[in-house]
């Protein structure tokens, strides 16, 4: 056979064999490849133009499988699925991998009712509104628990027939429960679960409300851990820890499910009582409380040091309109429990009010008390029982205030927690050392050094100071500690005091027998003298325990090569018993009150060797 135009003959047969061969292409095998054994060029040529297109086809359909693996493969990463919404016959048209897809046994898939049965939460309507329209946004929760989604719905026109949307959902599970945790810490205290001071505000704001406060009252307990700074010191963070975590323990199974309970910082917590009718309902709630806590805590690890909480209540709306009032009161009758005796309550009033204003004015007044000459330093000396002579004086600050003198027991502590002992501190020391190096008997001078004043981190340096510019023998300079100083921070007390001591200055413990760990301080630091406190003193002929102490005290001294000294004699009966049992040094009224320096003139000029009759220390 010739073709039309030409007189060269075709190959029919081989035309024939490759038609042939052609329909396994149908089959979807693109990897088919041509052969012609005929010498036919049209025919050669046929082959390979077949063959050209099956290889491009097959590489075209390579790469839209690869394009579709990459696509599931970013699905799947980001938890991504796409189908199309056709209208108006409504056939769902799946874009790579689709979860929830039902299966339509070969016929196409219509409507969005298995997508919608996907949502839970009673979000069904406002996701089916998304298809109404040009589409939106939104997020909803998954009928199965702790799932989210966020989906877009966008309207196409592209179609012929007429349009669609083209659906995106993403799986949002792991960005929601982040989310949630985020704001959940955000709002609570990560040790106890307890609200924070955060929520708490929030939540005391609300409930202030003046549309709510008309017809529901209630209280602020606010809630502190007695002595709990001590449990840190003692048994260290970890257990103060435990110990916060059961008083959270505590408190959830003694309030109602409608109150409140936040820790507000440290050990501090609130109990917001809600629906109470009268300050009974909180005095009840408070009395229940501190029983419950002393119960549990009587178990803890630190029971030996506290087991019992103070409490300070105001009830709103009297005690306060704002949230941060109402917390601030609260925690001024608080005061007034741990000022007193602790391990009680205390309902806030005016009363209260105005100590905590005069308190601030006397936190202000202190600021530079020194430099308005308010400040001054007494003595008051101490007595060797054998010789009958003075051996030194402890130095002690007194504040007079607007012509009144103000206790020491009162501006003392107020100075330590406001910063102002460093001054008065300082002030003492130098005055004392600067009176001691202008006596003419050589005798020792002691002062009371405060916790604060080594936390400053410069007393090494003062001491050195002070003793360069007045000439006083570092022999004659007495520093007392406590055993809170050494609790406090006992790596830099010991540190401090023995820079002090290689001067050559004597280091004594002061109020021995007091502390939880009396004997454990003598293992903490190589002190020269201990102080026998005022407290066993006192009780000498009336508690038969009393003098067994000062006798066991008396025998540590003595096997330990220490001094003692015994604080707060105030009878001669006094004064025999501890002669008799082998104290030496004495100090109390009996030997003589504190007073300015000038009342001791004749005794300190007749110490070096002129004895002192009991008659005279009386007096003096």
């Not at 060029?41 to 097959?58: G, I, R």
């Not at 209630?218 to 103060?240: E, P, S, W």
């Not at 454990?520 to 038969?544: E, T």
Request: with cysteine; hydrophobic share 45%.
């Amino acid at each position: 056979m010739t073709v039309s135009g030409s007189g060269d003959p075709v190959d029919r047969a081989a035309i024939e064999a490759l038609c042939q061969a052609m329909c396994g292409v149908v089959t979807g095998d693109l990897s088919l490849r041509l052969h012609t054994d005929s010498a036919d060029l049209s025919v050669q040529k046929l082959a390979l133009m077949a063959n050209f297109m099956l290889e491009t086809a097959q590489r075209a359909v390579e790469r839209s499988r690869t394009y579709a693996a990459a696509l599931d493969n970013v699905q799947r990463v980001a938890r991504l699925e796409a189908w199309r919404l056709t209208r108006p016959e409504g056939e769902i048209v799946p874009i790579g991998q689709v979860c929830g897809l039902p299966e339509c046994d070969g016929e196409a898939l219509r409507g969005i009712g298995w997508f919608l049965d996907r949502v839970g939460g009673g979000q069904r309507e406002r996701v089916e509104r998304l298809f109404d329209g040009p589409g939106g946004t939104a997020e909803w929760p998954g009928n199965t628990a702790g799932t989210w989604f966020r989906t877009e719905v966008s309207a196409s026109s592209g179609d012929d027939e007429g349009g669609g949307h083209l659906v995106i959902t993403q799986d949002i599970s792991e960005r929601h429960r982040a989310a949630e945790e985020i704001r959940y810490l955000a709002e609570h205290d990560p040790l106890t679960g307890l609200a924070n001071r955060r929520r708490l505000i929030s939540c005391l704001d609300a409930a202030l409300d003046p549309a709510r406060i008309e017809t529901q009252k209630f209280a602020v307990h606010v809630i502190d851990i007695d002595r709990f700074k001590t449990v840190n010191d003692l048994y260290g963070h970890t257990t103060g820890d435990r110990v916060l975590i059961e008083l959270a323990a505590c408190l959830r199974g003694e309030v109602r499910e409608h109150d409140m309970i936040a820790r507000s910082g440290g050990d501090e917590f609130v109990v917001v009582q809600n629906g109470i009718s009268t300050e009974l309902d909180a005095s009840r709630l408070a009395e229940r409380l501190i029983g419950a806590v002393g119960e549990r805590l009587a178990t803890s690890e630190a029971a030996a040091v506290s087991t019992t909480v103070s409490i300070g209540i105001a009830l709103a709306p009297d005690d306060g309109a704002t949230a941060e009032a109402l917390l601030s009161h609260a925690d001024m009758a608080l005061g007034q429990v741990k000022s007193a005796s602790r391990n009680g309550f205390a309902f806030f009033n005016t009363e209260i009010n105005d100590a905590q204003l005069a308190r601030r004015r006397m936190e202000a007044d202190l600021r530079g008390a020194c430099g308005r000459d308010e400040i001054s330093v007494q003595y008051q000396p101490q007595l060797d029982i054998v010789s009958g002579r003075i051996v030194g004086f402890e130095a002690l600050a007194r504040w007079r205030r607007n012509n009144r003198d103000i206790s020491p027991a009162v501006f003392i502590p107020i100075a330590e927690e406001t910063g102002s002992i460093i001054e008065i501190g300082s002030f003492v020391l130098r005055e004392a050392c600067r009176e001691a190096a202008g006596w003419r008997a050589p005798l020792r001078v002691a002062v009371n050094i405060s916790v604060i004043q080594i936390k400053h981190g410069q007393l090494p340096a003062l001491v050195e100071q002070v003793l360069g510019e007045t000439g006083l023998d570092p022999a004659r300079l007495e520093l007392e500690v406590t055993e809170s100083l050494l609790l406090a921070d006992a790596g830099a007390a010991t540190d401090a005091l023995a820079r002090i001591r290689a001067l050559g200055v004597t280091i004594s413990l002061d109020d021995f027998g007091t502390g939880y760990s009396s004997l454990a301080m003598l293992r903490m630091f190589p002190f020269d003298k201990i102080k026998l406190d005022r407290s066993f003193v006192a009780d000498l002929g009336r508690v038969d325990e009393a003098e067994a102490i000062v006798l066991a005290v008396l025998g540590l001294g003595r096997a330990l090569d220490l001094s003692v000294v015994a604080e707060g004699v105030e009878t001669a009966a006094q004064a025999e018993m501890l002669r008799m049992a082998g104290c030496a040094l004495l100090q109390g009224y009996l030997i003589g009150r504190p007073a300015p320096m000038a009342q001791f003139d004749q005794i300190v000029g007749r110490a070096a060797g002129v004895p002192l009759t009991g008659d005279t220390a009386v007096r003096a």
